[in-house]
């Protein structure tokens, strides 16, 4: 019960790479990079498995960004030529590649970190990928010339990396998709089906992350300007509920999102963010747990899991590693407290039945 685990990135030491930023310049290149990458990837492994993380992540220590990390290693498209574009609906401008002709994969994109990882780990292993829609969302087309086709494009690329990462011995793979935050149209129109493409064949677990973003002051503006209270998700979340994908990934800590909203995700394992990556404060274990409790009103006990509300790839690392320490705290706090009740089915007549009969009732 209550699982932990982390939406997917983490900070990379300075040695691997610049501190704090989102976009960081390797610090090193050639061999002597790829090692680095490697051993930052181990680290945060072992890091995750002395807080208590129980589905650990390769942290994303590999890639530089989230989602050009994926676009490296895919042919039609010109890195060299960057162009300036507004994404997420223009919340930010950004300097984006450009597609130029057909999409192929040039070869595997997470073999390296996720066969490490899953050679030097026994717990679950969690491995992130772009969403189809974001993706679209933080590239420039030359060639396809619509969008829904461009992102069945990429999804079919995700797919093949995903059975591949199966293969691998990954057991959960989860696509990141900010952008459903964004056009909550598209996704009912076209971001699930590129979903569903992307997930084609799997059967290890699935899941979609759907946040605020990052904590940069990009997102921190954008949020100021979504109003008292953030309904977003409750446009796709019965959309979602319906789908195909078995887990969902949402930002809850500190947020201004209803929480009655995750009652919409009826079926699905709800991971619920209880660590919020826009503050440097580190939460107490008892605001993990009261955020928990907050949240087992809408979702079943066997269905939540403790997440972070996004990546932590641009935090301070000590802060990164408190968080981590807070959340696993938090939900063994939470076992503690909810774990016997919530969600027992008839603990409440069992209660009367027991008052009145004065006999001991046996737990569920
Ligand atoms: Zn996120």
Not at 123 to 149: C, E, F, N, Q, S
Not at 165 to 182: C, H, R, T, Y
Not at 269 to 283: C, M, N, P
Not at 321 to 336: P, Q, T, W
């Amino acid at each position: 019960m209550f699982e932990t685990t982390i939406a997917g990135s983490l900070p990379k030491p300075f040695w691997l790479a610049e501190p704090g930023k989102l976009w960081p310049a390797w610090r090193a290149s050639g061999a002597e990079l790829e090692h680095a990458k490697l051993d930052a990837t181990l680290l945060w492994l072992k890091e995750q498995e002395d807080a208590g993380i129980d589905i650990v992540s390769d942290g994303e220590q590999s890639r530089q960004h989230f989602v050009h990390g994926f676009l490296e290693l895919v042919e039609g498209i010109d890195f060299e030529h960057k162009v300036k574009m507004g994404i997420r609906d223009h919340r930010y401008e950004a300097m984006v590649p450009v597609v130029t002709g057909p999409l192929r994969l040039k070869g595997r994109v997470h073999k390296i970190e996720s066969t490490l990882a899953r050679a030097h780990t026994r717990r679950k292993l969690k491995i992130t990928m772009p969403g189809p829609m974001t993706i679209v969302d933080t590239i420039a087309d030359r060639h396809y010339g619509d969008k829904v086709k461009l992102a069945m494009a990429f999804a079919a690329l995700l797919n093949e990396e995903a059975r591949a990462l199966e293969k691998d011995g990954v057991d959960v793979i989860q696509f990141d998709e900010p952008a459903f935050n964004v056009y909550m149209d598209d996704v009912k129109k076209w971001g699930i089906e590129a979903l569903h493409r992307a997930i084609e064949g799997l059967k290890c677990t699935t899941a979609v992350h759907i946040c605020y973003g990052y904590g940069i002051q990009a997102n921190i503006d954008w949020k100021q300007t979504l109003g008292k209270e953030w309904r977003q998700y409750e446009e796709i979340f019965p959309a979602l509920a319906k789908s195909r994908i078995d887990q969902v990934s949402l930002e809850c800590a500190n947020s201004k999102v209803p929480l009655s909203l995750l009652a919409l995700l009826k079926g699905k394992d709800v991971l619920v963010g209880v660590i919020d990556v826009a503050t440097e404060r580190v939460e107490t274990p008892q605001e993990v747990a009261a955020t928990i409790g907050r949240a087992l009103k809408y979702v079943p006990k066997a269905r939540l899991i403790a997440c972070t509300n996004c990546g932590m790839a641009p935090m301070d690392r000590e802060v990164a590693l408190a968080k981590l320490r807070a959340l696993a705290a938090g939900a063994a706090l939470a076992r503690k407290r909810y774990g016997e009740r919530v969600g027992a089915v008839g603990w409440g007549s069992a209660r009367i039945a027991r008052g009145r009969r004065k006999v001991p009732v046996r737990r569920q």
